[in-house]
């Protein structure tokens, strides 16, 4: 059976913050009580029962719970949930699985129960090792809380931890973003992910901008983060393998190349999204609805959408876009179809195809303009 006929990725979304942070338009919920949580965890794994059988799934997927914060989910919900998946079928042999924690919400004993649960990988939500940023952001953590949960991690067992981070958000500077980015190398954390700053509709911080409460870095500046952030990590011995993702040797996130090779994966939980091959199922993003059971919506996508989104996947990884792929999964030559826009992308500098190993990639150049590009594909 070829890759992309089995789930090789299981996601399990975890609705629950301790507080919102300004930024965050994610499906999350700040403090909620025990109650809605225990239910919140019964459907999710009746939901788990009832769709494991639904698509055949490979025994090495690839498992990663996210959110919201996972870790301010009691343990012995956790506990429940990664149960209900290994009853099912669905944690069999992964390749990797991932939890994501926010460093303000973490003790020795939660980490070694992860890992003592099959946990093998670590994700940090730790954005920035300022604290007055880090405020600013209204996160619930600080910057010694996030050293400490490093070390507590690696004390726990963890050796894969990865840590997100952003840039471009007020009151950060060229230095500053500098500083956060050398305090975790010197941390020992192999793989970062790093994102400039989007404000999104509706958001405090959106509000607190329009009102000029807070003030966003200028364009120049905003440029210069990230000049440093894809210069500085790859001097440092970290592969840029996404546009966003940079990782030492081996350390990149198996969960996350799945949706980046356009390859199935189902998504558990509300407002979870899966994708068979054919077919996006996305789970309702109102909680109520969630509990009540809603089915999930299905949008079937013809093969125009899928080769459009292949690509556009696939451009935003360093391997690029395997052409030979390509031709045996869709039955098409992407370089027939899109001969214009390659063209187009290859005499601006943006794009370059290897005709040794079939494949067609961004460059550095084409990266920072990413948008660009992939707007002549979708
Ligand atoms: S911790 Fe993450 S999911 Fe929760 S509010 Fe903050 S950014 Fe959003």
Not at 6 to 28: R, T, W
Not at 81 to 99: C, D, F, S
Not at 293 to 314: S, W
Request: some cysteine; aromatic content about 10%.
């Amino acid at each position: 059976m070829n890759n992309w006929e089995q789930i090789q990725g299981i996601y399990i979304h975890i609705p629950f913050c301790l507080q919102k942070c300004l930024y965050c338009d994610f499906a999350s919920f700040p403090q909620q009580d025990r109650e809605t949580m225990a239910k919140y965890t019964d459907n999710l794994c009746q939901e788990i029962q009832q769709r494991a059988l639904s698509f055949p799934v490979n025994p090495q997927a690839t498992i990663y719970f996210g959110g919201g914060t996972p870790s301010v989910l009691p343990l012995e919900d956790i506990a429940k949930i990664v149960g209900t998946l290994k009853n099912n079928g669905l944690w069999q042999k992964p390749l990797e699985a991932t939890i994501e924690a926010n460093p303000g919400t973490i003790s020795l004993e939660s980490l070694s129960t992860y890992r003592q649960l099959g946990f093998d990988r670590i994700s940090f939500g730790i954005q920035s090792m300022q604290d007055e940023e880090l405020r600013a952001m209204g996160r619930v953590h600080t910057s010694l809380q996030a050293r400490e949960a490093i070390k507590l991690a690696g004390e726990a067992g963890f050796s894969r931890i990865s840590a997100d981070l952003i840039y471009g958000y007020p009151s950060q500077t060229l230095k500053s973003v500098t500083d956060s980015l050398q305090t975790l190398v010197l941390q020992g954390i192999k793989h970062m992910s790093v994102y400039g700053l989007v404000v999104e509709e509706g958001t405090p911080l959106c509000n607190y901008l329009d009102v000029g409460k807070l003030i966003l870095p200028s364009e120049d500046d905003s440029g210069d983060m990230y000049d440093c952030v894809t210069k500085y990590l790859p001097q440092q011995g970290y592969k840029r393998y996404e546009i966003s993702n940079y990782a030492c040797i081996g350390e990149e996130s198996r969960h996350n190349l799945v949706y980046w090779q356009y390859l199935p994966y189902l998504g558990l939980g509300l407002s979870a999204c899966s994708f068979d091959g054919q077919a996006r199922i996305t789970n309702s993003n109102n909680i109520e609805e969630y509990l009540q059971g809603k089915t999930p919506e299905t949008e079937k996508l013809d093969i125009e959408t899928r080769l459009a989104e292949y690509i556009f996947m696939g451009l935003r990884t360093s391997y690029g876009v395997n052409l030979a792929v390509a031709e045996e999964r869709f039955a098409i030559d992407i370089r027939e179809i899109y001969k214009k826009e390659i063209s187009e992308c290859q005499s601006k500098g943006f794009m370059e195809i290897d005709r040794l190993q079939r494949t067609m990639h961004l460059t550095d150049f084409g990266m920072k303009f990413g948008n660009q590009v992939f707007e002549k594909f979708l």
